[in-house]
């Protein structure tokens, strides 16, 4: 009778074994929650905000369902696994990573301070522009009229044996006769002498790199139109003519802006020392210049 008590007993053991083996069932995801990793949830929410966050390049990969599914599994799901891989290995605790974290999240903050500080202060004002355009007649000064040449092929590989042969010292015209795709072949790229305004809308980014050129011989970057790739060649220019300012006062407003919410910076980095207690200990700086200045005496 006990050895019948006994049977019981392990067969009672070996029966709830394999329950307390049992791996648990995952708890199901919410209804917001898009993805799990171990114990960390990521919502559909920040999944959209992360998607947001990314550059136009990065953008343009999440327009179709594998873009986005390739971007959740590769980029956030792996993002996640690899840094609760970091924090096993306490990763998080090592000094050096940590004086790291610390000096981005100071240049994160200070960049949200002038972000702050500095909002509105690029405005440039109407008649800033006019002033600038006045004191600098000579930047928005361009010949009435200029005579050009050019090269023009269809194709990018064409496009780079052209400009080997060019890099080569072969002669300009000679390129454009054995290359050019339009009637100038029979001149050399000869397209004589052209005004502003003269070609249609389509060739602008071709005329303003023209009309950019200062020097006679000289010769501009790759320029795209409807035909194809052009390299042009100033060959002379008559008269000379100030651009009007409507004309150039967009470009007078991109150029000042930067430089005057640099001005507004340094003004802002003035004020903030100005209202703090800075001490510095003169005696151990001069012992740092010392000690630094050493080593380069004795290479000597």
């Known amino acids: ?32 929650e898009l993805v799990r990793i171990n114990e960390v949830s990521i919502s559909i929410e920040e999944f959209r905000q992360l998607m947001e966050k990314q550059p136009l390049e990065g953008k ?36 050096e990573i940590q004086a790291k974290v610390e000096d981005f999240r100071r240049a994160l903050l200070i960049e949200a301070l002038f972000e702050e500080v500095l909002k509105g202060k690029d405005e440039v ?43 080569g010292g072969e002669s300009f015209e000679k390129l454009a006769s054995l290359y050019n795709i339009d009637r100038t072949r029979e001149d ?6 052209i005004q502003r305004g003269q070609l249609a809308p ?14 006679r011989g000289e010769v501009s970057e790759v320029v795209r139109s409807p035909y194809g790739y052009h390299i042009i060649r100033l060959e002379d220019m008559r008269g000379m003519a100030l651009q009007p300012f409507d004309k150039v006062k967009e470009k007078i407003r991109f150029f000042l802006q930067p430089k005057k919410k640099q001005e507004a910076r340094l003004n802002y980095i003035r004020e903030a020392k100005s209202r703090s207690n800075i001490v510095i200990n003169e005696k151990l700086w001069n012992e740092e210049i010392k000690r630094e200045a050493k080593p380069k005496e004795e290479k000597k």
């Open 1 to 32: 009778m006990k050895k019948k008590g006994v049977f019981i007993l392990f067969a009672f053991f070996f029966l709830i074994l394999p329950l307390g083996c049992e791996k648990r069932e995952p708890k199901a995801l919410g209804n917001k």
């Open 60 to 95: 343009m990969r999440l327009l179709d369902e594998k873009g986005m599914r390739d971007f959740l599994e590769n980029y956030i799901i792996a993002r996640e696994v690899l840094y609760q891989e970091a924090k096993k290995r306490g990763l998080e605790k090592d000094r």
């Open 125 to 167: 004002t109407e008649e800033e522009i006019k002033n600038y355009y006045r004191e600098n007649q000579s930047l928005f000064t361009e010949p009435r009229e200029i005579k050009i040449r050019h090269i023009v092929v269809n194709s990018e590989p064409i496009l780079k044996e052209v400009l080997a042969r060019l890099s």
């Open 188 to 193: 050399g790229g000869n397209l004589g002498y």
């Open 202 to 215: 389509s060739f602008a980014q071709f005329e303003e790199a023209a009309f950019s050129l200062r020097k």
